[in-house]
Protein backbone atom coordinates (compact mmCIF):
# COMPACT_ATOMS: atom_id res chain seq x y z
CA UNK A 1 0.00 0.00 0.00
CA UNK A 2 1.26 3.30 -0.99
CA UNK A 3 -0.45 6.69 0.05
CA UNK A 4 0.19 9.29 -2.02
CA UNK A 5 -1.99 12.82 -3.19
CA UNK A 6 -5.18 12.34 -4.55
CA UNK A 7 -4.78 14.10 -7.60
CA UNK A 8 -8.94 14.75 -7.97
CA UNK A 9 -9.44 15.75 -4.32
CA UNK A 10 -7.16 18.32 -4.96
CA UNK A 11 -8.73 20.12 -7.17
CA UNK A 12 -12.12 19.40 -5.97
CA UNK A 13 -10.88 21.38 -3.04
CA UNK A 14 -9.04 24.53 -5.22
CA UNK A 15 -12.18 24.10 -7.05
CA UNK A 16 -14.82 24.24 -4.00
CA UNK A 17 -12.93 27.71 -3.03
CA UNK A 18 -13.45 29.03 -6.45
CA UNK A 19 -9.25 29.45 -7.00
CA UNK A 20 -7.40 29.26 -9.95
CA UNK A 21 -4.16 26.88 -10.39
CA UNK A 22 -2.05 30.26 -10.33
CA UNK A 23 -4.17 31.66 -7.18
CA UNK A 24 -3.42 28.52 -5.19
CA UNK A 25 0.16 28.38 -6.20
CA UNK A 26 0.84 32.17 -4.99
CA UNK A 27 -1.44 31.32 -1.40
CA UNK A 28 1.03 28.74 -0.69
CA UNK A 29 4.23 29.64 -2.44
CA UNK A 30 5.35 27.56 -5.06
CA UNK A 31 6.15 28.82 -8.58
CA UNK A 32 3.05 29.13 -10.85
CA UNK A 33 -0.31 27.46 -11.63
CA UNK A 34 1.97 24.79 -13.86
CA UNK A 35 2.86 22.88 -10.89
CA UNK A 36 -0.72 23.02 -9.23
CA UNK A 37 -1.61 21.24 -12.65
CA UNK A 38 0.50 18.71 -12.65
CA UNK A 39 -0.38 17.45 -8.98
CA UNK A 40 -3.82 17.79 -9.98
CA UNK A 41 -2.82 15.74 -13.20
CA UNK A 42 -1.00 13.25 -11.21
CA UNK A 43 2.01 13.81 -12.64
CA UNK A 44 4.11 15.31 -9.98
CA UNK A 45 3.40 14.76 -6.49
CA UNK A 46 3.68 18.05 -3.77
CA UNK A 47 6.36 17.78 -1.14
CA UNK A 48 5.08 17.11 2.40
CA UNK A 49 6.05 20.85 3.31
CA UNK A 50 3.68 22.17 0.29
CA UNK A 51 1.28 19.37 0.89
CA UNK A 52 0.64 21.09 4.46
CA UNK A 53 0.33 24.82 3.09
CA UNK A 54 -1.82 23.37 0.36
CA UNK A 55 -4.51 21.80 3.42
CA UNK A 56 -3.99 24.88 5.68
CA UNK A 57 -4.97 27.53 2.44
CA UNK A 58 -7.80 24.77 1.17
CA UNK A 59 -9.44 24.22 4.54
CA UNK A 60 -8.75 20.63 4.54
CA UNK A 61 -7.18 17.78 6.67
CA UNK A 62 -4.25 16.43 4.99
CA UNK A 63 -5.46 13.00 4.86
CA UNK A 64 -8.41 14.21 2.98
CA UNK A 65 -5.92 15.43 0.34
CA UNK A 66 -4.41 11.52 0.48
CA UNK A 67 -5.41 9.11 -2.16
CA UNK A 68 -6.11 6.69 1.32
CA UNK A 69 -8.59 5.77 3.77
CA UNK A 70 -8.63 7.75 6.76
CA UNK A 71 -8.87 4.32 9.13
CA UNK A 72 -6.19 2.79 6.88
CA UNK A 73 -3.05 5.21 6.84
CA UNK A 74 0.01 3.96 6.12
CA UNK A 75 3.37 5.09 7.35
CA UNK A 76 4.04 7.62 4.39
CA UNK A 77 -0.05 8.89 4.92
CA UNK A 78 0.92 9.64 9.19
CA UNK A 79 4.30 11.33 7.72
CA UNK A 80 2.35 13.54 4.84
CA UNK A 81 -0.36 14.72 8.04
CA UNK A 82 2.72 15.54 9.94
CA UNK A 83 4.26 17.62 6.86
CA UNK A 84 7.60 15.88 6.96
CA UNK A 85 9.70 14.85 4.77
CA UNK A 86 11.32 11.15 4.91
CA UNK A 87 14.73 12.06 6.25
CA UNK A 88 12.92 15.07 8.73
CA UNK A 89 11.26 12.10 10.16
CA UNK A 90 13.61 9.98 10.58
CA UNK A 91 16.00 12.61 12.76
CA UNK A 92 12.96 13.42 14.78
CA UNK A 93 12.67 9.55 15.87
CA UNK A 94 16.38 9.87 16.09
CA UNK A 95 16.67 6.50 13.72
CA UNK A 96 18.84 6.29 10.22
CA UNK A 97 16.94 7.46 6.97
CA UNK A 98 17.64 3.90 5.54
CA UNK A 99 15.99 2.20 8.79
CA UNK A 100 12.99 4.67 8.28
CA UNK A 101 12.66 4.17 5.02
CA UNK A 102 12.50 0.21 5.29
CA UNK A 103 9.74 0.68 7.52
CA UNK A 104 7.69 2.95 5.21
CA UNK A 105 8.54 0.56 2.29
CA UNK A 106 7.51 -2.26 4.29
CA UNK A 107 11.07 -3.93 3.56
CA UNK A 108 12.09 -4.52 7.29
CA UNK A 109 12.52 -7.79 8.62
CA UNK A 110 12.66 -7.18 12.51
CA UNK A 111 9.92 -5.43 14.04
CA UNK A 112 11.35 -1.89 15.17
CA UNK A 113 12.37 -1.71 19.01
CA UNK A 114 9.84 -0.26 21.27
CA UNK A 115 11.93 2.77 22.10
CA UNK A 116 12.02 3.51 18.24
CA UNK A 117 8.11 3.09 17.95
CA UNK A 118 7.71 5.45 20.72
CA UNK A 119 10.03 7.73 19.31
CA UNK A 120 7.90 7.78 15.38
CA UNK A 121 5.16 8.25 17.55
CA UNK A 122 6.20 11.44 19.17
CA UNK A 123 7.65 12.42 15.61
CA UNK A 124 4.43 12.24 13.70
CA UNK A 125 2.08 13.21 16.61
CA UNK A 126 0.29 9.96 16.33
CA UNK A 127 -0.72 7.17 18.71
CA UNK A 128 1.46 4.48 19.56
CA UNK A 129 -1.41 1.84 18.17
CA UNK A 130 -1.64 3.83 15.36
CA UNK A 131 2.44 3.70 14.02
CA UNK A 132 1.92 -0.17 14.81
CA UNK A 133 -0.83 -0.18 12.61
CA UNK A 134 0.79 1.95 10.18
CA UNK A 135 3.55 -0.18 10.06
CA UNK A 136 1.58 -3.85 9.46
CA UNK A 137 -0.16 -2.13 6.34
CA UNK A 138 3.55 -1.19 5.08
CA UNK A 139 4.18 -5.61 5.21
CA UNK A 140 3.99 -6.82 1.28
CA UNK A 141 2.53 -10.38 1.97
CA UNK A 142 5.41 -11.86 -0.34
CA UNK A 143 7.41 -11.75 2.95
CA UNK A 144 5.80 -13.75 5.34
CA UNK A 145 8.93 -13.98 7.46
CA UNK A 146 8.21 -10.87 8.91
CA UNK A 147 6.52 -10.70 12.19
CA UNK A 148 3.38 -8.13 12.97
CA UNK A 149 4.19 -5.17 15.07
CA UNK A 150 2.77 -5.31 18.71
CA UNK A 151 1.98 -2.01 20.54
CA UNK A 152 4.75 -2.46 23.14
CA UNK A 153 3.68 -1.72 26.77
CA UNK A 154 4.29 2.01 27.87
Known amino acids: MSSGVDPAALRSARERLG????????LIGVAGGERISRWEL???EPRPGSLARLARVLHAPVVDLLDVEPQCRDLRAL????????AEAAAAAH??????????FGSWVRPPSA???RAMARALAVPLDTICAAL??????DNLSRSPVHSPEA
Open 19 to 26: LTQQQLAR
Open 42 to 44: GLD
Open 79 to 86: RYCAGLSA
Open 95 to 104: ISLRSYQRWE
Open 115 to 117: ASL
Open 136 to 141: DLSKKP
